[in-house]
């Protein structure tokens, strides 16, 4: 015996559906397919703005401090190669000089004095 399954709304279009599965929760795939594109590029521009600053960072030090262990920068070199100093991946625990660095993905940088900055690969 067939349980008769009541009338949903679609949470995308708010039409009223009778399913075709007891789990089917939009009217049709078309409708399934638009709320998940809908949702997935609402999350890309949310995030867009902490990943495109550190794409760029992870950038600027790539070029700078290329296949080296290391490189010393000066600080208004790397705002004018786009470098943002707000965003950063995770800190990390230098034990040569007993402090957290801000790092960008497997580099890390500290101040060495007022304008300059030491960028290391960790990679």
Known sequence: MKNKIEKRTCPYSGEE??????????ANDKY??????????????????????????????SEIVGDEPYKIAH?????????????????????NINKYCYSVYHFYYFK????????VNNG
Do not use: C, M, W
């Open 32 to 61: 399934r397919i638009a709320h998940n594109n809908k949702k997935n590029n609402d999350k890309r521009k949310l995030l867009a703005s902490i990943n495109k600053p550190l794409l760029k960072n992870f950038d600027v030090f």
């Open 112 to 119: 060495v004095d007022e304008n300059y900055y030491k960028i």
């Open 17 to 26: 559906f009778v399913p075709k599965r007891s789990n089917q929760v939009f």
């Open 75 to 95: 600080k208004e070199f790397l705002r004018g190669a786009g470098f943002n100093f707000s965003v950063f991946t995770h800190l990390f625990k230098e034990e």
